[in-house]
């Protein structure tokens, strides 16, 4: 339909941001520390920007200090939805490396596409850029390098020359695939955690009340176990899909 052909014309990602929680007199704040393209004009683009990092941080009140000790974990990963008062709709890509010396840092790509093993590739390079340097212009570099591509078709291979943060005056070559999506209404899914999570009958009865287009609402712990049941949810109705509200992921304050 008309959303299929607005992602096919879309770039890669709308917009890329980075969040921090910070901490100051027991307060926890969130404050957004980068942001590329740096300027935007519409105001329903606007609120995609200013709502999402409260979605990055759904769980800021619970976020322990120990784990911005701990660079070699596995960072937290999980997607949610942006929706404008207008109806527009972005898909929110979040990847919380363990970064010393800060509480918690969420890199973020918004899209118009849910291409998250995409994303994935992207946000582990921006990462690998910002452990190796606090220059901001090594990520911008990068980024202006990767935005004016339009997303590429199902399959399709990519490639990109961007300034190397190892080697001054020097271009690397960068390779991104998208993944052969052409068949499901989101790639990048995976159903085991649906499957560990809920048992055969559950998840049949859940697919029966989506059919039914009843009200569902999932309570999980884990950021990453929610929005990878939600969505494995989502793509069992292929090859319809859910047209009421998709909120995969609802903050506290929400």
Same mark, same amino acid.
């Given at each position: 339909?008309?959303e299929n052909?607005?992602?096919?014309?879309?770039?890669?990602?709308?917009?890329? +941001?980075i969040?921090?929680?910070?901490?100051?007199?027991?307060?926890?704040t +969130?404050d957004?520390?980068?942001?590329?393209p740096?300027?935007v004009?519409?105001?329903?683009?606007?609120?995609?920007?200013?709502?999402?990092?409260?979605?990055a941080f759904?769980?800021?009140d619970?976020?322990?200090?120990?784990?911005?000790?701990?660079?070699?974990?596995?960072?937290?990963?999980?997607?949610?939805?942006l929706?404008?008062?207008?109806?527009g709709?972005?898909?929110?890509?979040?990847?919380r490396?363990? $970064?010393q010396?800060?509480l918690?840092?969420?890199?973020?790509?918004?899209?118009?596409s849910?291409?998250?093993?995409?994303?994935?590739?992207? +946000?582990?390079?921006?990462?690998?850029?910002?452990?190796m340097t606090?220059?901001?212009?090594?990520?911008d570099?990068f980024?202006?390098?990767?935005?004016?591509h339009?997303l590429?078709?199902?399959?399709q291979?990519?490639?990109?020359?961007?300034?190397?943060p190892?080697?001054k005056?020097t271009l690397? $070559?960068?390779r991104?695939?998208?993944?052969d999506d052409?068949?499901t209404? +989101?790639?990048?899914?995976?159903f085991?955690?649906? $499957?560990?999570?809920?048992?055969?009958?559950?998840?049949?009865?859940?697919y029966a009340?989506?059919?039914?287009?009843?009200?569902?609402?999932f309570?999980?712990?884990?950021?990453?176990t929610?929005?990878a049941?939600?969505?494995?949810?989502?793509?069992?109705?292929?090859?319809?899909e859910?047209?009421?509200?998709y909120?995969p $992921?609802?903050?506290?304050?929400?």
């Amino acid at each position: 339909g008309r959303e299929n052909m607005a992602q096919q014309d879309s770039f890669i990602f709308d917009y890329f +941001l980075i969040v921090e929680l910070k901490e100051k007199k027991d307060e926890r704040t +969130l404050d957004l520390t980068y942001q590329f393209p740096k300027e935007v004009n519409d105001p329903d683009e606007k609120k995609f920007i200013t709502s999402a990092p409260v979605f990055a941080f759904p769980d800021k009140d619970e976020i322990e200090r120990s784990s911005a000790d701990t660079p070699d974990a596995e960072p937290d990963r999980f997607s949610f939805v942006l929706t404008a008062d207008s109806g527009g709709r972005r898909f929110g890509y979040c990847v919380r490396p363990h $970064l010393q010396g800060k509480l918690a840092v969420a890199c973020v790509v918004i899209s118009f596409s849910p291409c998250f093993a995409l994303f994935s590739k992207i +946000l582990d390079e921006v990462i690998a850029r910002i452990n190796m340097t606090s220059d901001p212009s090594v990520i911008d570099g990068f980024l202006e390098a990767i935005h004016p591509h339009k997303l590429p078709a199902p399959g399709q291979l990519f490639c990109v020359k961007v300034p190397s943060p190892w080697r001054k005056n020097t271009l690397d $070559l960068w390779r991104f695939t998208r993944p052969d999506d052409f068949d499901t209404p +989101l790639e990048y899914i995976d159903f085991q955690p649906l $499957l560990r999570a809920l048992s055969a009958k559950s998840v049949m009865r859940i697919y029966a009340s989506l059919l039914l287009e009843r009200r569902i609402i999932f309570v999980s712990k884990s950021l990453q176990t929610l929005t990878a049941c939600v969505q494995a949810c989502v793509a069992l109705l292929y090859p319809f899909e859910w047209q009421h509200v998709y909120i995969p $992921l609802l903050p506290k304050p929400m």
